[in-house]
C-alpha cells in the first residue's frame, strides 16, 4: 500500500482501466477510499466545481488537503484534471456514476 501511495507522489502511476481498483484485501479499499474521498468524488460528479478552491468550499475543507486527495485520486485514475481559462485553473472531473471494487477471496 505504501507503494502505491509513493507511485502516485512520483507520478508513477499510469492506471490503463482509470476506473478500477483491485485491492489485496478490504483494509486497501479503506486506505484508498477514505470517506473523504467518496465524498469529494460525490461532490465533483453532482456539483461541477469550477476549480480546487471552490470544491474545499462545497467540502468545508482546507484547500490543501484538497488538493492532496485530488492528486492521489488523478494518480490512480479516479478523477481528472482539466485546465480553465488561460490554462490557471484546475478543474476537477469525475465522468462516471459508479466505481466497481474488486477484492480476491483467494490467496
Given at each position: 500500500m505504501n507503494q502505491l501511495f509513493e507511485k502516485v507522489k512520483?507520478?508513477?502511476i499510469n492506471e490503463s482501466e482509470p476506473h478500477k481498483i483491485v485491492a489485496r484485501n478490504t483494509d486497501d479499499i479503506g486506505k484508498?477510499?477514505?470517506r473523504e474521498r467518496i465524498r469529494l468524488l460525490h461532490t465533483i460528479?453532482?456539483?461541477k466545481p469550477g476549480?480546487?478552491?471552490e470544491l474545499a468550499?462545497?467540502?468545508n475543507r482546507k484547500e490543501s488537503n484538497v488538493h492532496n486527495d485530488i492528486t492521489f485520486l488523478e494518480g490512480i485514475g479516479l478523477l481528472e484534471i482539466k485546465k480553465g481559462i488561460n490554462?490557471?485553473?484546475k478543474i476537477p472531473v469525475v465522468d462516471?456514476?459508479?466505481l466497481h471494487i474488486t477484492v480476491p477471496l483467494t490467496a
Open positions: 512520483e507520478g508513477e484508498i477510499l477514505t460528479r453532482q456539483n476549480s480546487i478552491s468550499r462545497m467540502l490554462h490557471v485553473k462516471y456514476d459508479a
